[in-house]
């Protein structure tokens, strides 16, 4: 098996090749730009993530040294399309994950495949605001949406394949703030927003370190945010002090949210402390924010 590595010393020896599915995803075109700059060999897998005959098709021809997972079913607009439409969003989340990383297991591959944090929601041992993060280990306690149900799923089935690295994101955010599926555009464009503490993902960030840890070969399952918990208003006020002075919005309880949503909504702080031992340089959440996001948008001048 080509996956025994893990950790800062498991760099491969054949040139890199990189598989990529989800290339008209948000995840999955963002790393074929990386990889083109990087100077990294890629190709994105043309065949359907439930279609095993498909996939072996693709592992023939590309012949990758790391396959990477970016495809996958979050809903549109939002996660609660996933309650209507629970088959498809377990033939793609569950049975399309599961199949590729067996093939991949079968191949002596390593497989990056981008998951989610939000099968976590605060609780006793987690307190809101008590710095207390969910670990790696921790058993999944959310069970609200059924797109949360279904990854929570494969997390626990993918745990038996030594050769996934399974990431977690959470409410993603890059600098291109015009992506519909950027946290930020989402939230400076609803009429109201929540302002509850949580764990996030700097896209900008975090996706050079996941092509990183392809090349150390490191599995397992990683909280895959940057550490510190940010809420909704701070990040609206980053907004209006960096981008737009301007800026209003309002907020609303989470009783009031439930009114408007189908499906409710993971909150959580996940601890990163693992991933921020294998990458020191890791910038906290709020000095990522300003870093990647907001310094590269600023049209203020901040005093």
């Known amino acids: ?80 399309w996933c309650e209507s439409h629970k088959v498809e969003t377990i033939r793609t989340n569950v049975v399309g994950t599961l199949t590729l990383a067996d093939l991949c297991r079968d191949k002596g591959l390593v497989l990056i495949n981008y998951a989610t944090g939000c099968i976590f929601e605060y609780d006793s041992e987690h307190p809101l605001g008590s710095g207390i993060g969910f670990k790696e280990e921790d058993i999944p306690n959310f069970v609200g949406s059924f797109y949360s149900k279904t990854k929570a799923m494969v997390e626990e089935l993918l745990k038996n394949y030594e050769n996934v690295c399974t990431l ?63 809420s909704h208003n701070e990040i609206l006020e980053m907004y209006r002090d960096y981008i737009d002075p301007s800026f209003k919005w309002k907020n609303f309880t989470l009783e009031e949210q439930a009114k408007v949503i189908v499906a409710p909504r993971s909150n959580n702080e996940l601890d990163a402390t693992k991933l921020k031992r294998e990458f020191p340089e890791l910038l906290s959440i709020k000095e990522s924010l300003i870093k990647y996001v907001f310094k590269p948008n600023q049209k203020t001048v901040v005093v």
């Open 168 to 230: 977690r994101v959470r409410m993603p955010i890059s600098s291109d703030l015009s992506n519909p599926r950027n946290f930020i555009t989402k939230i400076t464009r609803y009429e109201k927003v929540v302002n509850i503490p949580n764990s996030m993902t700097i896209l900008d960030e975090l996706l050079p370190i996941s092509i990183e840890m392809a090349k150390r070969n490191i599995t397992g399952i990683w909280n895959f945010t940057n550490p510190g918990v940010v």
């Open 1 to 80: 098996m080509g996956f025994q590595p893990n950790g800062s010393s498991g760099a491969s020896e054949r040139p890199l090749k990189f598989l990529i599915y989800g290339r008209s995803g948000w995840i999955g075109g963002l790393l074929g730009k990386l990889c083109a700059s990087a100077g990294i060999d890629f190709v994105y897998g043309s065949g359907r993530l439930e279609n095993r005959s498909s996939l072996e098709s693709d592992l023939a021809a590309v012949n990758p040294t790391h396959v990477f997972n970016a495809a996958g079913v979050t809903g549109r607009p939002n996660v609660d």
